[in-house]
Every structure is written in C-alpha cells, then in structure tokens.
C-alpha cells in the first residue's frame, strides 16, 4: 500500500515559518515530480510547489518565500514556509506524479498526481 504521510503544520503568526514534511512508503518516488498543493475554505485545490528531474517550480505568491526539496534515501519531500502570511492559510497536500519523469508541462497539473496525503493544516493568524 503506497502512503504520502504529511507533518509540520500548525498555527503560527503571519511572518514567521513552517516546515512541511510528507514521508512516503509502499514504493521510491526517486524518479516522480513530487508536489505540494492546498486547499483553502470554499476554494478549489491550487498548485503550490514542486520538484522533478526537471528543477523546482513554483506558484507566483510563494517565490521567495516557500523552498520544495527532497530526500530521495528518505523517500521524503519537504517544503520550507517562510515569511507566512494569512493568505497561506490552507491544508497543504503532499503528492506524487502517477508517472516518472513526466514532461515539464505537466508539473502544475492536478490531474497527473495520482498519489496524495490526507493533508496538513497551516493557519496564519495576522
């Protein structure tokens, strides 16, 4: 059984940082783009980050502020959240490409991410 296990959310003032973890098991992910997106309230599920052979990629509102990296010994991807604000206030889902080195196109599409966590929950309080 193939599980992505998500950690480090919480509540923490606007300004300060968060690290998100998700640990997968069931089979490596060494060669699948891993992603992190979020959903907030009454809103759909956005792309936020990710990492594949090809680099890393971004949402617009996080460069700068959000770093996606991975351990592929631990079968594990993280994502650092700096300078935190309320709009970030989400649950943030771990996920993994279905297929390895998917091309550069699909990287921010939902669709193409066939493994997901249960999800995270940040909340930024101003």
């Known amino acids: 059984q193939v599980l992505l296990v998500e950690s480090g959310g919480g509540l923490v003032q606007a300004g300060n940082s968060l690290r998100l973890s998700c640990a997968a098991s069931g089979r490596t992910f060494s060669g699948h783009a891993m992603g992190w997106f979020r959903q907030a309230p009454g809103k759909e599920r956005e792309f936020v980050a990710a990492?594949?052979?090809?680099?890393?990629y971004y949402l617009d509102s996080v460069k700068g502020r959000f770093t996606i990296s991975r351990d592929n010994a631990k079968n594990t991807v993280y994502l650092q959240m700096n300078s935190l604000n309320p709009e970030d206030t989400a649950v943030y889902y771990c996920?993994?490409?279905?297929?390895?080195?998917?091309?550069?196109?699909?990287?921010?599409?939902?669709?193409?991410?066939?493994?997901w966590g249960q999800g995270t929950q940040v909340t930024v309080s101003s």
């Open positions: 996920a993994a490409q279905t297929s390895p080195f998917g091309p550069e196109r699909t990287i921010r599409t939902l669709r193409e991410y066939g493994y």
């Open positions: 990492i594949s052979w090809s680099g890393t």
